[in-house]
Protein backbone atom coordinates (compact mmCIF):
# COMPACT_ATOMS: atom_id res chain seq x y z
CA UNK A 1 0.00 0.00 0.00
CA UNK A 2 1.30 3.35 -0.69
CA UNK A 3 2.22 6.27 1.77
CA UNK A 4 -0.21 9.03 2.40
CA UNK A 5 -0.05 11.37 -0.33
CA UNK A 6 1.23 14.90 0.14
CA UNK A 7 -2.34 16.47 -0.62
CA UNK A 8 -3.25 14.59 2.39
CA UNK A 9 -4.19 15.68 5.77
CA UNK A 10 -2.30 14.73 8.92
CA UNK A 11 -5.35 13.31 10.40
CA UNK A 12 -5.88 10.83 7.48
CA UNK A 13 -4.46 7.45 7.93
CA UNK A 14 -4.49 4.70 5.31
CA UNK A 15 -6.85 2.11 6.69
CA UNK A 16 -4.50 -0.92 7.60
CA UNK A 17 -6.93 -2.92 9.42
CA UNK A 18 -9.37 -4.01 6.98
CA UNK A 19 -7.10 -3.31 3.82
CA UNK A 20 -9.89 -5.26 1.61
CA UNK A 21 -13.20 -3.90 2.46
CA UNK A 22 -14.36 -0.53 3.37
CA UNK A 23 -17.62 1.12 4.99
CA UNK A 24 -19.38 4.03 2.42
CA UNK A 25 -21.53 6.52 3.25
CA UNK A 26 -23.52 7.70 -0.02
CA UNK A 27 -24.79 11.03 -0.61
CA UNK A 28 -28.17 9.63 -0.86
CA UNK A 29 -30.56 9.45 1.81
CA UNK A 30 -30.15 6.87 3.47
CA UNK A 31 -28.15 6.44 6.95
CA UNK A 32 -26.35 2.70 7.15
CA UNK A 33 -23.09 2.80 5.60
CA UNK A 34 -22.80 0.59 2.78
CA UNK A 35 -19.55 -2.48 2.69
CA UNK A 36 -17.39 -2.42 -1.04
CA UNK A 37 -14.09 -4.55 -1.52
CA UNK A 38 -10.79 -2.34 -2.25
CA UNK A 39 -9.58 -3.49 -5.32
CA UNK A 40 -5.47 -4.03 -4.99
CA UNK A 41 -3.46 -1.49 -5.66
CA UNK A 42 -6.17 1.55 -5.05
CA UNK A 43 -4.75 3.73 -1.88
CA UNK A 44 -7.78 4.08 0.05
CA UNK A 45 -7.96 6.58 3.05
CA UNK A 46 -10.87 7.11 5.51
CA UNK A 47 -12.19 9.82 3.98
CA UNK A 48 -11.50 9.29 0.26
CA UNK A 49 -13.83 10.29 -2.18
CA UNK A 50 -15.22 7.20 -3.92
CA UNK A 51 -17.25 6.21 -6.76
CA UNK A 52 -19.28 2.80 -6.52
CA UNK A 53 -22.26 0.89 -8.22
CA UNK A 54 -25.39 1.31 -6.64
CA UNK A 55 -27.66 -1.53 -8.34
CA UNK A 56 -27.28 -0.96 -12.05
CA UNK A 57 -25.77 2.57 -11.20
CA UNK A 58 -22.71 4.82 -10.45
CA UNK A 59 -23.03 6.71 -6.82
CA UNK A 60 -20.14 8.56 -4.59
CA UNK A 61 -19.89 8.33 -1.37
CA UNK A 62 -17.16 8.68 1.42
CA UNK A 63 -15.25 6.18 2.82
CA UNK A 64 -16.41 6.43 6.57
CA UNK A 65 -14.26 3.73 7.78
CA UNK A 66 -12.99 0.27 7.63
CA UNK A 67 -15.51 -2.65 7.07
CA UNK A 68 -16.07 -5.12 10.32
CA UNK A 69 -18.57 -7.37 8.28
CA UNK A 70 -16.84 -10.52 7.71
CA UNK A 71 -18.95 -11.64 4.26
CA UNK A 72 -16.97 -13.56 1.98
CA UNK A 73 -14.93 -10.56 0.09
CA UNK A 74 -16.50 -11.96 -3.14
CA UNK A 75 -19.80 -11.10 -1.92
CA UNK A 76 -19.31 -7.33 -1.89
CA UNK A 77 -18.85 -5.04 -5.30
CA UNK A 78 -15.76 -3.39 -5.88
CA UNK A 79 -15.27 0.57 -5.21
CA UNK A 80 -14.32 1.71 -9.15
CA UNK A 81 -11.97 4.46 -8.48
CA UNK A 82 -11.08 7.44 -6.15
CA UNK A 83 -11.89 10.87 -6.64
CA UNK A 84 -9.46 13.24 -7.67
CA UNK A 85 -10.61 15.33 -4.34
CA UNK A 86 -8.96 16.10 -1.35
CA UNK A 87 -10.39 13.42 1.46
CA UNK A 88 -13.12 14.69 3.54
CA UNK A 89 -11.68 15.25 6.67
CA UNK A 90 -12.69 13.67 10.06
CA UNK A 91 -13.80 16.64 11.89
CA UNK A 92 -16.41 17.06 8.74
CA UNK A 93 -17.05 13.47 8.82
CA UNK A 94 -18.26 14.21 13.01
CA UNK A 95 -20.23 17.03 11.69
CA UNK A 96 -22.05 14.72 9.22
CA UNK A 97 -23.17 12.55 11.52
CA UNK A 98 -23.81 14.91 14.42
CA UNK A 99 -26.00 17.21 12.73
CA UNK A 100 -28.06 14.16 10.93
CA UNK A 101 -28.68 13.40 14.81
CA UNK A 102 -29.94 17.23 15.53
CA UNK A 103 -31.91 17.76 12.62
CA UNK A 104 -33.08 13.86 12.57
CA UNK A 105 -32.12 13.63 8.75
CA UNK A 106 -30.16 10.47 6.96
CA UNK A 107 -26.47 10.57 7.30
CA UNK A 108 -26.70 10.27 3.59
CA UNK A 109 -28.73 13.17 2.93
CA UNK A 110 -26.42 15.76 4.94
CA UNK A 111 -23.58 14.29 3.48
CA UNK A 112 -24.82 15.38 -0.25
CA UNK A 113 -25.07 18.83 1.21
CA UNK A 114 -20.97 18.32 0.99
CA UNK A 115 -20.69 16.40 -1.85
CA UNK A 116 -22.30 19.17 -4.25
CA UNK A 117 -22.62 17.05 -7.29
CA UNK A 118 -22.10 19.35 -9.22
CA UNK A 119 -18.93 20.43 -8.08
CA UNK A 120 -17.68 17.23 -8.17
CA UNK A 121 -18.71 16.50 -11.53
CA UNK A 122 -16.79 19.20 -13.11
CA UNK A 123 -13.26 17.63 -12.64
CA UNK A 124 -10.63 20.34 -12.65
CA UNK A 125 -9.16 21.41 -16.00
CA UNK A 126 -5.53 20.24 -16.03
CA UNK A 127 -2.22 22.72 -18.15
CA UNK A 128 0.50 21.69 -20.12
CA UNK A 129 3.45 21.71 -18.16
CA UNK A 130 7.20 20.71 -19.18
CA UNK A 131 9.77 19.55 -17.93
CA UNK A 132 13.40 18.66 -18.64
CA UNK A 133 14.44 15.28 -19.92
CA UNK A 134 18.10 13.99 -20.16
CA UNK A 135 18.24 13.89 -23.95
CA UNK A 136 20.02 16.77 -24.83
CA UNK A 137 19.67 18.23 -28.24
CA UNK A 138 22.24 17.15 -31.08
CA UNK A 139 22.29 20.93 -32.77
CA UNK A 140 22.57 23.01 -29.87
CA UNK A 141 21.35 26.44 -31.35
CA UNK A 142 21.48 30.01 -29.03
CA UNK A 143 17.09 29.65 -28.54
CA UNK A 144 17.62 26.31 -27.27
CA UNK A 145 19.86 26.67 -25.10
CA UNK A 146 17.75 29.68 -23.35
CA UNK A 147 15.05 27.06 -23.40
CA UNK A 148 17.07 24.75 -21.26
CA UNK A 149 18.88 27.13 -19.10
CA UNK A 150 15.30 28.60 -18.13
CA UNK A 151 14.39 25.14 -16.10
CA UNK A 152 17.12 26.09 -13.58
CA UNK A 153 14.92 27.77 -11.10
CA UNK A 154 11.65 25.92 -11.70
CA UNK A 155 11.40 21.92 -13.13
CA UNK A 156 7.79 22.17 -14.49
CA UNK A 157 6.87 25.11 -16.29
CA UNK A 158 4.31 26.17 -18.89
CA UNK A 159 5.15 26.87 -22.47
CA UNK A 160 3.95 30.58 -21.75
CA UNK A 161 6.51 30.97 -18.64
CA UNK A 162 9.43 29.34 -20.74
CA UNK A 163 8.89 31.53 -23.30
CA UNK A 164 8.73 34.45 -21.17
CA UNK A 165 11.68 33.90 -18.98
CA UNK A 166 13.78 32.60 -22.25
CA UNK A 167 12.49 35.05 -24.78
CA UNK A 168 11.90 32.20 -27.52
CA UNK A 169 8.83 31.08 -29.16
CA UNK A 170 6.87 28.74 -28.69
CA UNK A 171 8.03 27.03 -31.76
CA UNK A 172 11.27 26.21 -30.27
CA UNK A 173 9.78 24.56 -27.83
CA UNK A 174 7.60 22.37 -29.57
CA UNK A 175 10.96 21.46 -31.85
CA UNK A 176 12.38 20.43 -28.50
CA UNK A 177 9.28 18.49 -27.56
CA UNK A 178 9.37 16.74 -30.67
CA UNK A 179 13.05 15.77 -30.38
CA UNK A 180 12.23 14.55 -27.24
CA UNK A 181 14.11 17.12 -25.16
CA UNK A 182 11.73 18.41 -23.47
CA UNK A 183 8.49 16.16 -21.79
CA UNK A 184 5.03 17.45 -21.25
CA UNK A 185 3.07 17.20 -18.21
CA UNK A 186 -0.60 17.63 -17.91
CA UNK A 187 -1.08 19.21 -14.09
CA UNK A 188 -4.15 20.93 -12.72
CA UNK A 189 -4.42 24.29 -13.58
CA UNK A 190 -3.46 26.73 -10.80
CA UNK A 191 -5.83 28.38 -8.46
CA UNK A 192 -7.31 31.53 -9.29
CA UNK A 193 -7.83 32.50 -5.82
CA UNK A 194 -6.07 35.38 -4.80
CA UNK A 195 -5.14 36.19 -1.63
CA UNK A 196 -6.31 39.13 0.01
CA UNK A 197 -4.15 41.96 0.74
CA UNK A 198 -4.98 42.43 4.82
CA UNK A 199 -4.68 46.30 5.71
CA UNK A 200 -5.72 47.34 9.63
CA UNK A 201 -8.28 50.52 9.93
CA UNK A 202 -8.32 49.92 13.62
CA UNK A 203 -6.53 53.54 13.77
CA UNK A 204 -9.25 54.73 11.87
CA UNK A 205 -12.30 53.62 14.61
CA UNK A 206 -14.36 54.87 16.84
CA UNK A 207 -13.70 53.82 21.14
CA UNK A 208 -16.93 51.87 20.82
CA UNK A 209 -15.92 50.03 17.71
CA UNK A 210 -12.48 49.82 18.43
CA UNK A 211 -12.92 47.87 21.78
CA UNK A 212 -15.37 45.41 19.35
CA UNK A 213 -13.13 44.91 16.50
CA UNK A 214 -10.70 44.32 19.58
CA UNK A 215 -12.32 41.19 20.93
CA UNK A 216 -13.15 39.69 17.79
CA UNK A 217 -9.24 39.69 16.62
CA UNK A 218 -8.46 38.20 20.27
CA UNK A 219 -11.06 35.25 19.16
CA UNK A 220 -9.46 34.57 16.06
CA UNK A 221 -5.95 35.17 17.37
CA UNK A 222 -6.97 32.56 20.51
CA UNK A 223 -7.34 30.13 18.17
CA UNK A 224 -10.17 27.97 19.79
CA UNK A 225 -13.72 27.53 19.89
CA UNK A 226 -16.23 30.87 21.06
CA UNK A 227 -19.15 32.71 19.98
CA UNK A 228 -19.40 36.56 19.95
CA UNK A 229 -22.59 38.53 19.55
CA UNK A 230 -21.67 41.79 17.57
CA UNK A 231 -24.65 43.72 18.54
CA UNK A 232 -24.59 47.32 17.04
CA UNK A 233 -27.37 49.94 16.00
CA UNK A 234 -27.76 50.16 12.10
CA UNK A 235 -24.96 51.85 10.59
CA UNK A 236 -22.70 51.21 13.83
CA UNK A 237 -20.21 49.82 11.34
CA UNK A 238 -20.35 46.49 12.31
CA UNK A 239 -18.93 45.48 8.35
CA UNK A 240 -16.12 47.88 9.41
CA UNK A 241 -15.26 45.90 12.83
CA UNK A 242 -15.32 42.26 11.76
CA UNK A 243 -13.35 43.24 8.58
CA UNK A 244 -10.39 43.36 11.16
CA UNK A 245 -11.76 39.51 12.09
CA UNK A 246 -11.01 38.70 8.94
CA UNK A 247 -7.63 40.77 8.87
CA UNK A 248 -6.43 38.88 11.63
CA UNK A 249 -7.18 35.39 10.32
CA UNK A 250 -5.93 36.39 6.65
CA UNK A 251 -2.83 37.21 8.05
CA UNK A 252 -2.77 34.46 10.66
CA UNK A 253 -3.20 31.97 7.29
CA UNK A 254 -6.71 30.81 7.89
CA UNK A 255 -9.84 30.32 5.80
CA UNK A 256 -12.70 32.57 6.99
CA UNK A 257 -16.62 32.22 6.01
CA UNK A 258 -19.24 34.74 5.47
CA UNK A 259 -22.88 33.95 6.03
CA UNK A 260 -24.95 36.94 4.13
CA UNK A 261 -29.32 35.76 4.26
CA UNK A 262 -28.85 37.02 0.24
CA UNK A 263 -25.97 36.48 -0.90
CA UNK A 264 -27.23 37.05 -4.78
CA UNK A 265 -28.27 40.47 -3.58
CA UNK A 266 -25.49 41.95 -2.09
CA UNK A 267 -23.34 43.34 -4.42
CA UNK A 268 -22.67 46.36 -2.29
CA UNK A 269 -21.05 44.27 0.35
CA UNK A 270 -18.91 42.91 -2.39
CA UNK A 271 -17.76 45.81 -3.87
CA UNK A 272 -16.94 47.05 -0.51
CA UNK A 273 -14.92 43.45 0.21
CA UNK A 274 -13.13 44.09 -2.87
CA UNK A 275 -12.09 48.11 -2.29
CA UNK A 276 -11.17 46.78 1.41
CA UNK A 277 -9.09 43.60 0.51
CA UNK A 278 -8.03 44.56 -3.31
CA UNK A 279 -9.72 41.46 -3.99
CA UNK A 280 -12.91 39.31 -4.84
CA UNK A 281 -13.75 36.56 -2.23
CA UNK A 282 -14.97 33.50 -3.03
CA UNK A 283 -18.45 33.43 -3.51
CA UNK A 284 -20.77 30.48 -3.05
CA UNK A 285 -24.14 30.43 -3.92
CA UNK A 286 -27.11 28.59 -6.04
CA UNK A 287 -26.83 31.01 -8.89
CA UNK A 288 -22.56 30.33 -9.58
CA UNK A 289 -21.46 28.68 -12.59
CA UNK A 290 -20.48 24.32 -12.14
CA UNK A 291 -16.69 25.49 -13.38
CA UNK A 292 -16.95 28.33 -10.90
CA UNK A 293 -18.36 25.92 -8.00
CA UNK A 294 -15.75 23.14 -8.58
CA UNK A 295 -13.30 25.53 -8.73
CA UNK A 296 -14.03 26.71 -5.37
CA UNK A 297 -14.93 23.41 -3.46
CA UNK A 298 -11.62 22.17 -4.25
CA UNK A 299 -9.81 25.65 -3.61
CA UNK A 300 -11.29 25.55 -0.12
CA UNK A 301 -10.61 22.27 0.38
CA UNK A 302 -7.17 22.67 -1.15
CA UNK A 303 -6.76 25.65 1.40
CA UNK A 304 -6.04 28.17 -1.80
CA UNK A 305 -8.56 30.06 -1.14
CA UNK A 306 -8.63 32.47 2.18
CA UNK A 307 -12.10 33.60 2.29
CA UNK A 308 -15.57 32.73 1.22
CA UNK A 309 -18.93 34.77 0.95
CA UNK A 310 -22.08 32.92 0.87
CA UNK A 311 -25.72 31.95 1.70
CA UNK A 312 -26.28 28.95 3.92
CA UNK A 313 -25.11 26.47 1.86
CA UNK A 314 -21.41 27.40 2.28
CA UNK A 315 -21.48 25.75 5.80
CA UNK A 316 -20.93 22.85 3.96
CA UNK A 317 -18.02 23.37 2.28
CA UNK A 318 -14.94 21.33 3.02
CA UNK A 319 -12.58 23.97 4.11
CA UNK A 320 -8.82 22.50 5.29
CA UNK A 321 -8.28 25.42 7.64
CA UNK A 322 -11.02 27.03 8.83
CA UNK A 323 -10.15 30.11 11.47
CA UNK A 324 -13.38 31.99 11.61
CA UNK A 325 -16.85 31.79 10.74
CA UNK A 326 -19.08 34.81 10.49
CA UNK A 327 -22.57 35.40 10.25
CA UNK A 328 -24.20 38.58 9.11
CA UNK A 329 -27.72 39.34 10.12
CA UNK A 330 -27.79 36.36 11.76
CA UNK A 331 -31.68 36.98 13.01
CA UNK A 332 -32.74 36.86 8.93
CA UNK A 333 -35.30 34.04 8.60
CA UNK A 334 -33.79 33.42 5.47
CA UNK A 335 -30.83 31.08 7.19
CA UNK A 336 -33.25 28.62 8.04
CA UNK A 337 -33.62 25.80 5.70
CA UNK A 338 -37.18 24.81 5.12
CA UNK A 339 -37.00 21.69 2.83
CA UNK A 340 -34.53 18.49 2.77
CA UNK A 341 -32.31 18.62 5.88
CA UNK A 342 -34.33 21.03 7.94
CA UNK A 343 -31.68 23.28 9.57
CA UNK A 344 -30.84 26.57 10.69
CA UNK A 345 -27.48 28.20 9.69
CA UNK A 346 -26.60 30.19 12.07
CA UNK A 347 -27.11 27.40 14.79
CA UNK A 348 -25.06 24.87 12.13
CA UNK A 349 -22.78 27.32 12.11
CA UNK A 350 -21.85 27.27 15.41
CA UNK A 351 -21.50 23.39 15.40
CA UNK A 352 -19.50 23.84 12.86
CA UNK A 353 -17.05 26.21 14.57
CA UNK A 354 -17.23 23.72 17.83
CA UNK A 355 -15.83 20.83 15.37
CA UNK A 356 -13.11 23.49 13.94
CA UNK A 357 -12.23 24.26 16.93
CA UNK A 358 -12.59 28.16 15.28
CA UNK A 359 -14.41 31.47 16.63
CA UNK A 360 -18.17 32.24 15.18
CA UNK A 361 -19.05 35.91 15.00
CA UNK A 362 -22.96 36.69 14.72
CA UNK A 363 -23.67 39.94 13.62
CA UNK A 364 -26.97 42.02 13.94
CA UNK A 365 -28.35 45.09 14.95
CA UNK A 366 -31.52 43.08 16.03
CA UNK A 367 -30.52 39.57 17.34
CA UNK A 368 -32.53 36.79 17.42
CA UNK A 369 -34.14 36.12 20.98
CA UNK A 370 -32.49 32.97 21.28
CA UNK A 371 -28.81 34.35 20.58
CA UNK A 372 -29.76 37.01 22.98
CA UNK A 373 -30.60 34.17 25.33
CA UNK A 374 -27.65 32.86 24.64
CA UNK A 375 -25.60 35.98 25.66
CA UNK A 376 -27.59 36.25 28.99
CA UNK A 377 -26.76 33.13 30.30
CA UNK A 378 -23.10 33.64 29.89
CA UNK A 379 -22.71 31.21 26.81
CA UNK A 380 -21.86 33.66 24.13
CA UNK A 381 -19.33 36.75 24.32
CA UNK A 382 -21.39 39.56 23.43
CA UNK A 383 -19.65 43.16 21.92
CA UNK A 384 -21.94 46.22 21.44
CA UNK A 385 -21.51 49.26 19.51
CA UNK A 386 -24.20 52.12 20.75
CA UNK A 387 -24.12 54.69 18.12
CA UNK A 388 -23.82 54.90 13.94
CA UNK A 389 -20.59 55.95 12.92
CA UNK A 390 -19.35 60.22 12.54
CA UNK A 391 -21.52 62.78 12.06
CA UNK A 392 -24.58 59.85 11.27
CA UNK A 393 -27.53 59.91 13.77
CA UNK A 394 -30.16 57.61 14.15
CA UNK A 395 -33.58 57.98 12.21
CA UNK A 396 -35.84 60.20 13.73
CA UNK A 397 -39.02 57.97 14.14
CA UNK A 398 -42.44 58.79 14.27
CA UNK A 399 -45.61 57.18 14.36
CA UNK A 400 -49.04 57.73 12.45
CA UNK A 401 -52.33 56.67 13.62
CA UNK A 402 -54.25 56.18 10.57
CA UNK A 403 -57.48 55.71 12.55
CA UNK A 404 -57.64 59.98 13.36
CA UNK A 405 -56.68 60.95 9.63
CA UNK A 406 -60.12 59.68 7.57
CA UNK A 407 -58.16 59.07 4.28
CA UNK A 408 -60.41 58.39 0.90
CA UNK A 409 -61.56 54.94 0.02
CA UNK A 410 -58.46 52.83 -1.51
CA UNK A 411 -55.93 55.72 -0.50
CA UNK A 412 -53.15 54.08 1.85
CA UNK A 413 -50.08 57.54 2.23
CA UNK A 414 -51.32 59.12 5.28
CA UNK A 415 -51.18 63.40 4.85
CA UNK A 416 -48.14 63.42 7.12
CA UNK A 417 -46.25 60.66 4.95
CA UNK A 418 -47.37 62.37 1.59
CA UNK A 419 -45.93 65.96 2.78
CA UNK A 420 -42.60 64.14 3.94
CA UNK A 421 -42.49 62.51 0.60
CA UNK A 422 -42.43 66.08 -1.20
CA UNK A 423 -39.83 67.61 1.27
CA UNK A 424 -37.61 65.16 0.62
CA UNK A 425 -37.95 64.96 -3.09
CA UNK A 426 -37.65 68.70 -3.01
CA UNK A 427 -34.18 68.28 -0.93
CA UNK A 428 -32.67 66.11 -3.61
CA UNK A 429 -33.02 63.33 -1.44
CA UNK A 430 -34.27 60.13 -1.94
CA UNK A 431 -37.68 58.26 -0.15
CA UNK A 432 -38.42 54.63 0.52
CA UNK A 433 -42.01 52.74 0.93
CA UNK A 434 -41.68 49.76 2.54
CA UNK A 435 -45.11 47.64 2.64
CA UNK A 436 -44.32 43.73 3.36
CA UNK A 437 -47.01 42.79 0.54
CA UNK A 438 -45.88 41.39 -3.37
CA UNK A 439 -48.34 41.91 -5.87
CA UNK A 440 -51.57 43.99 -6.30
CA UNK A 441 -54.01 43.28 -3.67
CA UNK A 442 -54.09 40.69 -1.16
CA UNK A 443 -57.64 39.85 -1.48
CA UNK A 444 -59.81 40.06 -4.24
CA UNK A 445 -63.91 39.79 -3.42
CA UNK A 446 -66.61 39.29 -5.13
CA UNK A 447 -68.95 42.62 -4.74
CA UNK A 448 -71.99 40.15 -5.75
CA UNK A 449 -71.97 37.23 -3.84
CA UNK A 450 -69.12 38.22 -1.30
CA UNK A 451 -67.05 35.44 -2.16
CA UNK A 452 -63.34 35.73 -1.63
CA UNK A 453 -61.13 34.33 -4.47
CA UNK A 454 -58.87 31.48 -2.76
CA UNK A 455 -56.43 28.70 -3.59
CA UNK A 456 -58.04 25.57 -4.66
CA UNK A 457 -55.23 24.25 -3.41
CA UNK A 458 -54.83 25.42 0.04
CA UNK A 459 -57.86 27.56 0.58
CA UNK A 460 -55.10 30.84 1.13
CA UNK A 461 -56.59 34.21 -0.76
CA UNK A 462 -55.31 34.35 -4.14
CA UNK A 463 -53.18 37.67 -4.55
CA UNK A 464 -53.59 39.77 -7.71
CA UNK A 465 -50.47 40.69 -9.21
CA UNK A 466 -51.70 43.00 -12.01
CA UNK A 467 -48.47 43.34 -13.60
CA UNK A 468 -48.80 40.03 -14.81
CA UNK A 469 -52.18 39.61 -14.99
CA UNK A 470 -52.56 36.52 -12.59
CA UNK A 471 -53.93 35.42 -9.19
CA UNK A 472 -51.34 33.92 -7.25
CA UNK A 473 -51.42 31.65 -4.18
CA UNK A 474 -48.46 32.95 -1.60
CA UNK A 475 -48.25 29.57 -0.15
CA UNK A 476 -48.13 26.82 -2.60
CA UNK A 477 -47.25 29.05 -5.42
CA UNK A 478 -50.74 28.02 -7.48
CA UNK A 479 -51.45 30.99 -10.50
CA UNK A 480 -54.02 31.13 -12.63
CA UNK A 481 -55.38 34.41 -15.09
CA UNK A 482 -56.70 37.36 -13.69
CA UNK A 483 -60.93 36.75 -14.93
CA UNK A 484 -63.38 39.60 -14.80
CA UNK A 485 -66.06 36.71 -13.74
CA UNK A 486 -66.70 35.30 -10.54
CA UNK A 487 -66.76 31.74 -9.94
CA UNK A 488 -69.28 31.25 -7.71
CA UNK A 489 -72.20 33.30 -8.97
CA UNK A 490 -71.14 34.13 -12.31
CA UNK A 491 -71.43 37.54 -12.34
CA UNK A 492 -68.60 39.82 -14.38
CA UNK A 493 -67.36 43.40 -13.48
CA UNK A 494 -68.10 42.67 -9.43
CA UNK A 495 -64.42 41.38 -8.64
CA UNK A 496 -62.96 44.11 -6.14
CA UNK A 497 -59.39 44.53 -4.84
CA UNK A 498 -58.72 44.78 -1.29
CA UNK A 499 -56.26 46.27 0.58
CA UNK A 500 -52.87 47.08 -1.04
CA UNK A 501 -49.67 45.47 -2.18
CA UNK A 502 -46.70 47.11 -3.37
CA UNK A 503 -48.07 47.49 -7.00
CA UNK A 504 -51.11 49.41 -5.77
CA UNK A 505 -49.22 51.71 -3.64
CA UNK A 506 -46.61 52.43 -6.15
CA UNK A 507 -50.21 53.78 -8.51
CA UNK A 508 -50.81 55.91 -5.47
CA UNK A 509 -47.63 57.35 -5.46
CA UNK A 510 -47.38 57.78 -9.15
CA UNK A 511 -50.45 60.02 -9.03
CA UNK A 512 -49.11 62.08 -6.40
CA UNK A 513 -45.36 61.96 -7.79
CA UNK A 514 -45.68 61.98 -11.39
CA UNK A 515 -42.32 63.40 -12.37
CA UNK A 516 -40.80 61.01 -9.72
CA UNK A 517 -38.72 58.17 -11.07
CA UNK A 518 -40.45 55.01 -8.61
CA UNK A 519 -38.47 51.90 -8.47
CA UNK A 520 -40.68 48.49 -7.16
CA UNK A 521 -38.16 46.12 -5.84
CA UNK A 522 -39.67 43.04 -3.95
CA UNK A 523 -38.53 38.91 -4.93
CA UNK A 524 -40.62 39.03 -7.88
CA UNK A 525 -38.69 42.03 -9.40
CA UNK A 526 -35.12 40.95 -8.28
CA UNK A 527 -35.43 37.55 -10.10
CA UNK A 528 -31.40 38.53 -10.68
CA UNK A 529 -28.32 39.43 -9.32
CA UNK A 530 -28.35 41.68 -12.59
CA UNK A 531 -30.99 42.98 -12.24
CA UNK A 532 -30.34 43.55 -8.54
CA UNK A 533 -27.18 45.02 -9.37
CA UNK A 534 -28.57 47.83 -11.71
CA UNK A 535 -31.15 48.75 -9.47
CA UNK A 536 -28.60 49.70 -6.64
CA UNK A 537 -26.98 51.50 -8.92
CA UNK A 538 -30.05 53.59 -10.29
CA UNK A 539 -30.18 54.14 -6.20
CA UNK A 540 -26.70 55.10 -5.59
CA UNK A 541 -26.59 57.55 -8.89
CA UNK A 542 -29.71 59.17 -7.60
CA UNK A 543 -31.42 58.08 -11.12
CA UNK A 544 -34.52 56.48 -8.30
CA UNK A 545 -36.18 58.82 -6.45
CA UNK A 546 -38.95 56.68 -4.74
CA UNK A 547 -38.22 53.20 -4.19
CA UNK A 548 -41.16 50.99 -3.08
CA UNK A 549 -40.33 47.52 -1.91
CA UNK A 550 -41.09 44.54 0.64
CA UNK A 551 -38.18 43.58 2.51
CA UNK A 552 -35.89 43.01 0.28
CA UNK A 553 -35.10 46.81 0.84
CA UNK A 554 -34.74 46.18 4.71
CA UNK A 555 -31.66 44.46 3.68
CA UNK A 556 -28.11 45.81 4.92
CA UNK A 557 -28.07 48.71 1.69
CA UNK A 558 -26.06 52.09 2.36
CA UNK A 559 -27.15 54.32 0.08
CA UNK A 560 -26.11 57.91 1.76
CA UNK A 561 -29.42 60.06 0.12
CA UNK A 562 -31.85 57.89 1.35
CA UNK A 563 -33.42 60.01 4.02
CA UNK A 564 -36.98 59.21 4.50
CA UNK A 565 -38.27 55.63 4.97
CA UNK A 566 -42.48 55.15 5.06
CA UNK A 567 -43.75 51.99 6.35
CA UNK A 568 -46.77 51.63 4.74
CA UNK A 569 -49.11 49.15 7.58
CA UNK A 570 -46.43 48.81 10.16
CA UNK A 571 -48.58 46.38 12.13
CA UNK A 572 -49.18 44.48 9.38
CA UNK A 573 -46.66 41.68 9.89
CA UNK A 574 -48.59 41.37 14.00
CA UNK A 575 -50.84 39.58 12.10
CA UNK A 576 -50.67 35.60 11.24
CA UNK A 577 -50.10 32.13 13.05
CA UNK A 578 -46.26 32.71 13.16
CA UNK A 579 -45.35 32.43 16.77
CA UNK A 580 -41.85 34.77 15.95
CA UNK A 581 -44.33 37.74 14.36
CA UNK A 582 -43.83 39.93 16.82
CA UNK A 583 -40.09 39.20 16.93
CA UNK A 584 -39.92 39.73 13.25
CA UNK A 585 -42.27 42.61 12.66
CA UNK A 586 -39.36 44.07 15.40
CA UNK A 587 -36.10 42.89 13.45
CA UNK A 588 -38.02 44.27 10.44
CA UNK A 589 -39.16 47.75 11.17
CA UNK A 590 -36.39 48.09 13.22
CA UNK A 591 -34.27 47.22 9.96
CA UNK A 592 -35.28 49.28 7.24
CA UNK A 593 -35.55 52.28 9.58
CA UNK A 594 -32.00 51.65 9.53
CA UNK A 595 -31.44 52.10 6.14
CA UNK A 596 -32.57 55.93 6.53
CA UNK A 597 -30.17 58.84 7.48
CA UNK A 598 -26.72 56.36 7.09
CA UNK A 599 -24.81 58.97 5.96
CA UNK A 600 -24.52 62.99 6.53
CA UNK A 601 -28.22 63.94 6.18
CA UNK A 602 -30.41 62.60 8.82
CA UNK A 603 -33.01 60.37 8.60
CA UNK A 604 -36.90 60.22 9.30
P1 LIG B 1 -23.49 48.29 9.83
O1 LIG B 1 -22.86 47.05 9.24
O2 LIG B 1 -23.42 48.34 11.32
O3 LIG B 1 -24.87 48.59 9.33
P2 LIG B 1 -21.52 49.62 8.21
O4 LIG B 1 -20.29 48.86 8.55
O5 LIG B 1 -22.20 49.35 6.91
O6 LIG B 1 -22.59 49.52 9.38
O7 LIG B 1 -21.16 51.17 8.31
C1 LIG B 1 -22.05 52.19 7.88
C2 LIG B 1 -21.28 53.23 7.08
O8 LIG B 1 -20.35 53.91 7.93
C3 LIG B 1 -20.47 52.62 5.96
O9 LIG B 1 -20.53 53.47 4.83
C4 LIG B 1 -19.07 52.57 6.51
O10 LIG B 1 -18.11 52.67 5.48
C5 LIG B 1 -19.04 53.79 7.42
N1 LIG B 1 -18.13 53.57 8.55
C6 LIG B 1 -18.38 52.86 9.65
N2 LIG B 1 -17.32 52.87 10.49
C7 LIG B 1 -16.36 53.58 9.87
C8 LIG B 1 -15.03 53.96 10.22
N3 LIG B 1 -14.47 53.60 11.36
N4 LIG B 1 -14.35 54.71 9.34
C9 LIG B 1 -14.91 55.09 8.18
N5 LIG B 1 -16.16 54.78 7.80
C10 LIG B 1 -16.88 54.04 8.63
ZN1 LIG C 1 -52.31 27.62 -2.62
Not at 412 to 426: M, Q, V
Not at 459 to 485: D, F, M, P
Not at 516 to 521: F, G, H, P, V, Y
Request: hydrophobic residues 35%; charged residues 20%.
Amino acid sequence: MESIDATSHNTTRVIRSCEDRVAVLLAIPVDDLYEYSVPQGLSVKEGSIVSIPLGNRKSIGVVWGPSDNNLPIEKLRPIEKILDFPIIKKNLRDLVDWAASYTLSKRGAVLKMILNTSALKNSQKRQKFYKLTNKTPERMTKARKQVIESFTLEKLQSASEISRISGTSIAVINGLEKLGCLEAVMLPKPQLFEIPKPSTNLQNLSNSQRKAAENLIKSVQENSFSVTLLEGVTGSGKTEVYFEALVSAITSGKQSLILLPEIALSTQWLTRFEERFGVKPGVWHSDISPHHRSATWRAAAEGTISIIVGARSALWLPFSDLGLIIVDEEHDPGFKQEEGVIYHARDMAVARGKIESAPVVLVSATPSLETLRNVKNGRYNYCYIPDRFGQAKMPQIEAIDMRQLNLPNNTWLSTPLREAIKKTLNNGCQAALFLNRRGYAPLTICRACGYRLECPNCSAWLVEHRSKNTLNCHHCGYIELRQNKCKKCGETGKLSPCGPGVERLAEEVKSLFPDAKIDIATSDTMVSPKIAENLINSIESLQTNIIIGTQVIAKGHHFPMLTLIGVVDADLGLIGTDLRAAEHTYQLLNQVSGRAGRAKHSGH
